[in-house]
């Protein structure tokens, strides 16, 4: 998740300087980049013959229609994108975005066809009074008794266990407390037979942590921010 970080310019050089390495990385694990909108078409088409995937780090919660400043998830799709973030603590702390709209939003990414990341996680106020099941509970709810209600538990999904202290603070997240938390997200999931999931922690990543948290059983993959724009960085992390 390159989040505002990369220029046009940046995004596609990071790319076209490290392509053949990107490759390789690409036979250990899928990759996924989620540049800033602008990028997504320069991005694309330098990795346009690769394994490499792109999301959108947002969308709108809407389909279309008179919305300023808002990007569909057809639009993404129609950019080629094939995951798109939803949810993320600097979305629902910017811009005041609730669970409702971020079940809105993951529908129309599910009605594109498009894999949502969703992201979850409580502030440090929220753990310090105990209610980090409570929080992950009230942010998976409304997203499950849509694809319940839809039938639609066979829809892919990704889900990011991104406590919000641990973000862009180099404060990581226990393994123990990573466990717990993706242990009670698992057994949710699995309540609402929801069958095809991948689980993620994303929260200050990098190379020097990264082979600690690959221990936990039950992650199948990091959401990277700050270490994802240093393509030596990421290298390590993928290989680790
Ligand atoms: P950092 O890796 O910079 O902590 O960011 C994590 C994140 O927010 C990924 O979405």
Redesign the pocket.
Known sequence: ?W?MNQSIKSSIDFVKENYNDLLELTKKSSIIICPSFPAIPFVLQEIQKSDLDIGGQTCSPFEQGPYTGQVSASMLSEAGCSFC?VG???QRAFLKQNDDDVSLQAEQIFKEKLIPIL?IGETLKERNEKKVKKIIEKQLLGICNFLKKTKNTESPICI?Y?PVW?????KIASNKEIEEAIEFIDTFLKKYKIKNYALMY?????SSNVKKIKKIKKIDGF??????LDFQELKKIVLS
């Open positions: 998740n989040k973030i993320h603590s600097e992201c990011a991104e641990a973000i862009g603070t180099g994303g929260g200050s990543i990098n959401l990277i921010g700050n270490a994802s």
